[in-house]
């Protein structure tokens, strides 16, 4: 038996067979990980692997954990007594060896070996950025086939490590659209090639492995958090926090409290922080207009059609566990991550640096409103990338370099880019 059932949010049935996809009753509705053991464990293995609230049972590559700790100088530095700092990146001297940078490589780990133990031949994966690296990547250490889809407003930013390209993972980068167009062409290769697509924000293996930030932070803790701050751009990243939350609180040992959910975008394209201002399940055309992403220093950050009015996505875990959302000018992102590496000693990328930022914003506006941000109990800062700098000091890397294709691509054009893709 396995140590965990998929179970829809909305209606409670346990679903049979379900690799990526909702409920067949409920379309509108998150399907969500139901593990058997209701306390947490948190030594069962190395790095990544030891937790027990992960659907894999037998992984097959090392993966290491984020690095969690006690600020100092950020932490006085901003006027937050009891501050933690989740870092998800290569600081070798904190303890953290995520060789992409980005947290979107626990993603990457537990979907690959999720995708791994349901007998799928491989991947068709879409990203932004991030996700495109730690996908590359681990297809790399694992073996394991992938093809990813990528917009080519994006490349300026992309980067891979020189030891992964040679093993030739493919990357397509659609030549006339962003990360959404992205998205709905991974899904129509992913048919072409007899591969299934990742699944995004539906897939319970990427939303759980991102939730290994939260699991890694409470277990150095040894609690819940008070409040939570993250950058967020599908919202697959905050969605995973809450049900990790909810199993901790379910636990009963951690905290009897969810974490405040605070979560930042970077303007003038913040179509969640816009939707929730207004308290609207919805996005507006207004909120998701495709020409402010060239405004933002944060393209990674930029879908248009994230996981908020679905059941179970960003709206709803905002209601339940309470927070913001927060909407952060390029010269506060720019600010934060220089006051970050200035106090801390590291660097951050824009996507960190938005999430810096909000708790600056936070922290601030709690002081003007006499509020409790930062006075009512442990914060958790999930540093969402750094130490590019540091890693591209000790490790060759390199552009990308593309196949391109329209996001109007026939089949025939598909077919001939995959042959040409995976010779």
């Known amino acids: 038996m396995s140590h965990f059932a998929i179970v829809c949010r909305k209606c409670g049935k346990v679903l049979e067979n379900a690799y990526c996809a909702f409920c067949e009753h409920c379309a509108n509705a998150l399907l969500v990980t139901q593990y058997r053991e209701k306390e947490f464990s948190g030594g069962r293995g190395e790095g990544a692997w030891k937790f027990g609230w992960l659907p894999v049972h037998s992984p097959g590559f090392e993966q290491p954990a984020p690095a969690v700790y006690r600020s100092e100088g950020f932490a006085r530095k901003i006027g937050v007594p009891e501050l933690y700092i989740c870092f998800?990146?290569?600081?070798?001297?904190k303890g953290a060896h995520l060789q992409t940078c980005t947290f979107k490589e626990f993603e990457a780990a537990v979907v690959i070996q999720n995708a791994k133990e349901n007998g799928m031949p491989g991947l068709v994966v879409a990203s932004a950025g991030n996700t495109a690296r730690a996908f590359a990547h681990l297809s790399s250490v694992s073996g394991f086939p992938a093809i990813i889809v990528v917009p080519s407003m994006c490349l300026p930013e992309m980067w891979y490590l020189d030891e992964d390209t040679s093993g030739a993972v493919p990357t397509i980068a659609?030549?006339?659209g962003d990360y959404s167009d992205s998205i709905s062409l991974?899904?129509?290769?992913?048919l072409v090639a007899?591969?299934?697509?990742?699944?995004?924000?539906?897939?319970?293996?990427?939303r759980d492995g991102l939730g290994i930030a939260m699991l890694e932070s409470v277990n150095a803790m040894g609690m819940l958090p008070r409040h939570y701050f993250q950058a967020v751009g599908s919202g697959a990243g905050a969605i995973a926090a809450w049900e990790m939350a909810e199993r901790f609180l379910k636990d009963g040992r951690f905290g009897d409290t969810l974490p405040a959910l605070h979560l930042a975008q970077n303007l003038p394209f913040a179509p969640m922080a816009k939707a929730y201002w207004r308290k609207s399940r919805e996005l507006s055309p207004a909120d998701t207009d495709f020409s402010l992403i060239g405004e933002t220093?944060?393209?990674?950050?930029?879908n248009r059609y994230p996981a908020y009015g679905v059941m179970g996505g960003v709206f709803d875990a905002l209601e339940a566990a309470g927070g913001a959302m927060y909407g952060v000018t390029n010269d506060e992102v720019y600010a934060a991550m220089d006051l970050f590496e200035e106090t801390e000693g590291i660097d951050l990328v824009p996507a960190a640096g938005v999430a810096?930022?909000?708790?600056?914003?936070?922290?601030?506006?709690?002081a003007v409103k006499k509020g409790k941000v930062g006075q009512d109990g442990p914060v958790l800062l999930n540093i969402t990338g750094g130490g590019e700098r540091r890693l591209k000091r000790d490790m060759a890397?390199?552009?990308v370099s593309p196949l391109l294709i329209s996001k109007n691509a026939s089949e025939s054009e598909m077919e001939k880019l995959i042959r040409h893709a995976v010779r």
């Open 194 to 206: 007899g591969m299934p697509f990742e699944g995004g924000v539906k897939n319970i293996a990427k």
């Open 297 to 302: 220093t944060t393209r990674v950050l930029s």
């Open 356 to 366: 810096a930022a909000a708790l600056i914003q936070a922290v601030k506006n709690a």
């Open 186 to 190: 991974a899904r129509n290769i992913s």
């Open 88 to 93: 998800c990146g290569y600081w070798p001297e």
């Open 397 to 399: 890397v390199k552009r």
């Open 174 to 176: 659609v030549s006339d």
